[in-house]
């Protein structure tokens, strides 16, 4: 195969390919794994190659090679060293930790004969080499080991006015049987506007005292300030919430009562009037107008479709709370949709398993997403500027 020098233009990646076709798929990548490293150490150094800058923060110092064992099988590339500062490439760093997890996850199914055919092949494409039993257990136990420390981890140093929580559910063979595994996650709203992973439990109960052992763990942890809890309307929830966090503010995800309000519609041709009376009563200017539309609606439904009258008139207040917050934060705070993209993301990992062999191999894996995430996070973007008006009572 041609290989082509570190110059490489996206005209000569496509020539690669048309000439050479899947073959030339891991030649592509380690090219444009190298040319993003390298574009990643001049970012950080504040000039690009050969140029002169006052601002220039340290200087390139050739490369090292490091073969990397992908799906594509082993990819050498070439990371860039510098001297001055401390460098290493995201592009490395990203997903290492998830991938180590799912690996081991996959090799443990593997071992313990879940779908052993079915694994066996998933292993060859994930992984790129057999992994022998000894290496699994070794790899497991390092990255356990270091998965319990950040579940654990203190979060004390700085208020959290913003809780989301959200549960998912996963299969697991238990006891002989397959059975659904509940997944809790709670993620919270700093308050310098950043977001963070608080936590994650995982049971084969989302009962009640699942729910209140989780919150009570976040609470022993040091969660403190939390001023306002948004989540679905999950099965043992409220009454957990009620026990450990009294007469805190609780708003219902609004999508949710979206979707739930669907099952009260009595005929077709309606679904698209009730979601706009909906979503006109959420986007509301404040909540006096929200509760006028809300009663508007009951009364025009009560005789064409009751059973829909009488929930809207129950539920959909719980969706309400939102209006107390300063309005900059209500789009964003009045649904759980930042952990309903987690949980897609987490669905998409978890799907390659299909089943897990236990409660821990689960554990690992979306502990290891998580972390990943919340490093994201932390070091990113405020997700909400904190300095708006105090919420109100």
Same mark, same amino acid.
């Given at each position: ?5 570190? !110059? ?9 390919? #048309? @000439? ?29 190659? +050969?140029?002169? #800058?006052?601002?220039?923060?340290? !200087?390139? &110092? ?6 990397? &064992? ?22 490395? @760093? ?15 199914? +593997? ?57 998912? +559910? ?34 084969? #109960?989302?009962?009640?005292? !699942? ?12 969660? !403190?300030?939390?001023? +306002? ?85 129950? &539920? ?41 062999? &236990? ?33 109100? #009572?």
């Amino acid at each position: 195969m041609t290989h082509l020098d570190d !110059h490489t233009t996206v005209q000569d990646l496509m020539t690669l390919l #048309s @000439e050479n076709g899947i073959d030339a798929f891991p030649e592509a990548m380690r090219i444009l794994v190298n040319e993003a490293m390298k574009a990643e150490r001049s970012l950080a150094l504040g000039v690009q190659p +050969y140029e002169r #800058s006052p601002h220039r923060q340290g !200087h390139a &110092n050739g490369f090292k090679p490091k073969t990397l &064992n992908t799906r594509m099988g082993p990819l050498t590339v070439q990371i860039p060293q510098v001297r001055g500062i401390e460098f290493y490439p995201k592009a490395l @760093e990203r997903g290492i930790r998830s991938e180590r997890a799912l690996k081991a996850t996959i090799a443990e199914m +593997y071992l313990q004969g879940v779908s052993t055919r079915k694994v066996s092949q998933v292993m060859e494409q994930l992984c790129g080499f057999e992994v022998s039993s000894t290496q699994v257990s070794r790899a497991a136990q390092l990255l356990d080991d270091e998965l319990d420390l950040w579940r654990s981890r203190p979060i004390d140093e700085i208020a959290i006015p913003y809780l989301v929580l959200d549960a998912r +559910y996963e299969k697991i063979r238990h006891g002989g049987s397959v059975v659904s595994c509940a997944v809790l996650i709670a993620s919270g709203i700093r308050d310098d506007g950043r977001r963070s992973i608080l936590g994650v439990s995982v049971s084969l #109960s989302e009962a009640e005292i !699942h729910w209140r052992e989780f919150l009570r763990s976040l609470q022993d942890r040091g969660l !403190h300030g939390v001023r +306002y809890i948004v989540s679905d309307d999950h099965k043992g929830l409220l009454a957990a919430l009620k026990t450990r966090f009294t007469n805190t503010p609780w708003q219902r995800c609004q999508f949710h009562l979206q979707q739930n309000a669907g099952h009260y519609v009595p005929k077709v041709h309606m679904r698209a009037e009730v979601a706009q009376t909906l979503r006109d009563i959420f986007n509301a200017p404040d909540e006096a107008k929200a509760r006028e539309r809300l009663a508007q609606a009951v009364d025009s439904y009560r005789k064409r479709a009751p059973a829909l009258a009488d929930w809207m008139e129950e &539920n959909i207040p719980q969706g309400l709370t939102v209006f107390r917050l300063p309005p900059s934060h209500r789009r964003r705070m009045r649904t759980t949709n930042a952990l309903e993209n987690t949980n897609r993301q987490i669905k998409r990992r978890t799907k390659v398993a299909g089943l897990f062999p &236990n409660e821990a191999s689960l554990l690992r894996l979306v502990s290891a997403l998580l972390m990943e995430w919340d490093e994201e996070w932390l070091t990113g973007r405020s997700y909400l500027n904190m300095q708006a008006q105090e919420i109100s #009572s």
